[in-house]
């Protein structure tokens, strides 16, 4: 099993119509996100995202779309950086479901 930063919340979009195959997302992700299925990419795990916005940059077809420097992966970073933990900054909404802001 993965560990996923929060469920539910990622901001990766992918377009399959407009992938083209070139794999380039499947070869930069460092979380395993994307896999080759035949000729064109597949979205596989997007909760494993941590929005570093490497597949977005890399893909030259435009199919994939995430607010990169957002969430988790900043968080993450920021923690590094700072010598601290990982801090989402996220809340319940009151309706059981985890926000960020």
Do not use: H
């Amino acid at each position: 099993m993965k560990n996923y930063y929060l469920k539910n919340v990622v901001t990766l979009q992918f377009d399959e119509k407009r992938c083209m195959g070139c794999g380039m997302c499947v070869t930069v992700c460092p979380r395993g996100v994307f896999q080759m299925n035949g000729k064109k990419a597949m979205l596989v795990d997007r909760d494993a995202c941590m929005e570093c916005g490497a597949c977005e940059k890399n893909c030259p077809f435009s199919a994939i779309s995430v607010n990169a420097g957002v969430g988790c992966a900043y968080a993450v970073i920021k923690g590094a950086l700072t010598g601290n933990e990982p801090n989402c900054c996220c809340s319940s909404s009151g309706e059981g479901k985890n926000t960020c802001c």
